[in-house]
């Protein structure tokens, strides 16, 4: 069963606005890892974040965990066309370790040129 | 190209038939998953490899279907009896033996049964 739900299912913005995305899970966990893929093809890891931490950043992406609210959140700044794409958030167990992840079902992110 | 690669990449069979999908890992990773991804869906977790043992399976994971690392390093998938239900996309992914690592994926294998 899908561990998180993405929120919102499908979002459309202009070049160069910024794009948020956010993610719940259910249980508790290691670590949240963001993925993108693009239409029909594998998954490409982003981010990474631990469940001790708050806050990271990777050039145009921001990540913030909340786990009192079991939540994340996707920040894409200065959006470019080729970050049209599905995102994903996937998660770990506690208490499986980083034997298997759990995704979410995904936002689908389009950038208007 | 040192990526996770996978084959075949699309498969069309009819509803009944055996199919055998292969992964081939990132050389130096120990673990090997496999998932399965529907239209509209997140992926699934169906199973994982450390090395050539299995050690977890989904119950997503019917006795219909079968996965294998004999040596460690490639693995393969096989569904029996295939169902249109079984249709999807199947995805290998690989990782590093140790902390926390994130997962590298391979383009997939779409299949459709008929």
């Known amino acids: 069963s899908q561990q998180g739900e993405e929120d919102p299912q499908a979002l459309s913005i202009q070049e160069g606005e910024n794009a948020t995305m956010n993610c719940s899970y259910k249980?508790?966990?290691?670590?949240l890892q963001w993925y993108r893929q693009n239409s029909g093809r594998g998954l490409v890891h982003l981010i990474l974040i631990r469940s001790n931490e708050r806050e990271k950043h990777s050039g145009r992406l921001r990540v913030t965990l909340d786990t009192s609210k079991k939540s994340s959140s996707l920040l894409i700044t200065a959006s470019r066309a080729a970050d049209t794409a599905s995102y994903f958030c996937?998660?770990?167990?506690?208490?499986?370790?980083?034997?298997?992840?759990?995704f979410g079902t995904g936002t689908r992110l389009t950038i208007i040129p | 190209d040192t990526g996770v690669s996978q084959n075949p990449r699309h498969k069309i069979t009819k509803r009944g038939q055996n199919v055998t999908f292969r992964c081939d890992p990132i050389?130096?990773?120990?673990?090997l998953y496999w998932y399965r991804q529907t239209l509209g869906q997140g992926p699934e977790f169906l199973t994982y490899f450390q090395n050539e043992a299995q050690l977890e399976k989904s119950r997503l994971l019917s006795d219909r279907f079968s996965a294998e690392r004999p040596k460690g390093s490639f693995s393969t998938l096989e569904i029996q009896r295939t169902e249109q239900g079984d249709s999807a996309m199947y995805l290998c992914?690989?990782?590093?033996?140790?902390?926390?690592?994130?997962?590298?994926f391979g383009p997939g294998t779409r299949l459709t049964v008929t």
């Open positions: 992914a690989s990782s590093p033996l140790g902390q926390i690592y994130e997962q590298y």
């Open positions: 249980t508790s966990i290691n670590n």
């Open positions: 996937a998660t770990d167990e506690m208490d499986f370790g980083n034997e298997k992840l759990t």
């Open positions: 050389s130096e990773h120990n673990r």
